[in-house]
């Protein structure tokens, strides 16, 4: 079965920081382009960052570049999204997303609120 778990999101003040976590299971995680994504109330879901298979490659939305850094640990099935100097406007909810030419795999989300 397959299964992208997110994990750490919270409410944290406008300038602080979080790290989220997707762990995968039921696929060969080191085939998959890892990516994630955040949805605010009333907005689209958009792209946030992405990786490739093994890390080498990252990109970034212009919103958040220099914030927030996207990595993967292929041996713990696991990517990361850290993310600094968080502003009111990052709130959202937060998904991973595993893609290959094959198949495309969503994560359920973690809610990120900032707030003072």
């Known amino acids: 079965q397959v299964q992208l778990v997110e994990s750490g999101g919270d409410l944290v003040r406008p300038g602080g920081s979080l790290r989220l976590s997707c762990k995968a299971s039921?696929?060969?995680?080191?085939?998959?382009?890892m990516s994630w994504w955040r949805q605010a109330p009333g907005k689209e879901r958009e792209l946030v960052a992405s990786?490739?298979?093994?890390?080498?490659?990252?990109t970034y939305a212009d919103s958040v570049r220099g914030r927030f850094a996207i990595s993967r640990d292929n041996a713990k099935n696991t990517v990361y999204l850290q993310m600094d100097s968080l502003k009111p406007e990052d709130t959202a909810i937060y998904y991973c997303?595993?893609?290959?030419?094959?198949?495309?795999?969503w994560g359920q989300g973690t809610q990120v609120t900032v707030s003072s």
């Open positions: 997303k595993a893609i290959n030419h094959l198949s495309t795999y």
């Open positions: 039921g696929f060969i995680f080191s085939d998959y382009a």
């Open positions: 990786t490739n298979r093994f890390g080498g490659s990252t």
